[in-house]
Nanobody
Framework: EVQLVESGGGTVQAGGSLRLSCAAS????????VGWFRQGPGNERERIAA????????YYSDSVRGRFTISTDAAKNTVYLQMNKVKPEDTGVYFC???????????????????RGQGTRVTVSS
C-alpha cells in the first residue's frame, strides 16, 4: 500500500506562488501515474495536473495551464505542484493521487486512482 502525504498549502495573495509536495511511502512512484486534484466545499473534484512518472507525459486543466507545473524528484520520492500567478479561484483542498500501472488517461479522465492523500488547503486572497 502507498501512503501519500501532501504539504505546502497555506494562504497566499493573488499573483503569488506556492509549491505543494506529495511524498510517498510504501512504494516508489516509478511506473505510476500521479495527479493533483482539487476538492471543493461540496466535495466536488476538479482535475489540476497529472503526469506519467516514467515517460513524463503530462496533462493540465485549461484553468492552470501555463501557471502550474507538475514535476517529480525520484530521489525524494516526491511529486510537486508549482503554483505561480495564483488566483482566488485556485482556492481549495489539493490532494495527490496515484494510479498503479501508469494508466495516466484513466487517472486524468475518470479520477481512477488507486491511492490518494488527505490533501492540503490552499487559500488565495484577493
Amino acid at each position: 500500500e502507498v501512503q501519500l502525504v501532501e504539504s505546502g498549502g497555506g494562504t497566499v495573495q493573488a499573483g503569488g506562488s506556492l509549491r505543494l509536495s506529495c511524498a510517498a511511502s510504501g512504494s516508489t512512484f516509478d511506473g505510476y501515474a500521479v495527479g493533483w486534484f482539487r476538492q471543493g466545499p461540496g466535495n466536488e473534484r476538479e482535475r489540476i495536473a497529472a503526469m506519467h512518472i516514467r515517460d513524463g507525459a503530462a496533462y493540465y486543466s485549461d484553468s492552470v495551464r501555463g501557471r502550474f507545473t507538475i514535476s517529480t524528484d525520484a530521489a525524494k520520492n516526491t511529486v510537486y505542484l508549482q503554483m505561480n500567478k495564483v488566483k482566488p479561484e485556485d482556492t481549495g483542498v489539493y490532494f495527490c493521487a496515484v494510479r498503479r500501472g501508469g494508466f495516466l488517461l484513466r487517472l486524468w479522465q475518470h479520477y481512477d486512482y488507486t491511492y490518494r492523500g488527505q490533501g492540503t488547503r490552499v487559500t488565495v486572497s484577493s
